[in-house]
């Protein structure tokens, strides 16, 4: 694995669900973009990026052998998912190989991920036990009631997550496993 300081880091990407709200043919994930799909993309990213050492890709049980399955990067590792997302990652985690001090998460279906974002998630993970990007929620938030709009909603202090989400490896596969 690739090492940072002295840290090893892996990516579990999660990939296993059946994106049925994108439409279409196929899960979001495996849908074209660009002339690639969406998880060639998402791998892509994170192959380039240096202080990735390894990669878990958790797919769903049914797209090992489609005919749509991407290209994957050298040493990716393949995970089968589980029955709901916990139990996917869980899958993932323990795919990993060992010795690894960090893991970043993160959901496939967020191709356009910067490499800025991921060494800040990683750079906040010297100081936290977890670390994730979030966007400031800027659309305006109803209230209702009955089906109608009731009133509005403060937007201060609210966010919306995002992935990568950054761990210590030990403690949240621990976590996930209890």
């Known amino acids: 694995m690739t090492e940072t300081g002295s840290q090893t880091i892996a990516a579990v990407i999660v990939a296993a669900g059946r994106g049925t709200r994108a439409g279409g043919d196929l899960p979001k994930q495996w849908q074209p973009l660009a002339g690639r799909s969406v998880a060639e993309w998402t791998l892509q990213a994170f192959a380039e990026h240096p202080a990735i050492g390894q990669i878990v890709l958790v797919i769903h049980p049914e797209d090992r052998d489609a005919a749509y399955f991407p290209t994957l990067p050298e040493g990716v590792v393949l995970a089968e998912g589980g029955a709901s997302r916990d139990a996917s990652v869980l899958n993932g985690l323990q795919a990993v190989r060992r010795p690894c001090d960090l893991v970043l998460i993160h959901d496939v279906a967020r191709p356009c991920i910067r490499s800025d974002v991921i060494d800040r998630v990683i750079g906040a993970l010297a100081?936290?036990?977890?670390?994730?990007?979030a966007l400031a929620v800027t659309d305006a938030l109803w209230r209702g009631t009955a089906g109608r709009v009731s009133g509005t909603q403060d937007r201060d202090g609210?966010?919306?997550?995002?992935?990568?989400q950054g761990f210590h490896f030990k403690e949240i596969l621990s976590a996930h496993e209890a």
């Open 127 to 133: 100081d936290n036990a977890g670390a994730a990007p």
């Open 158 to 164: 609210l966010y919306r997550a995002q992935t990568p």
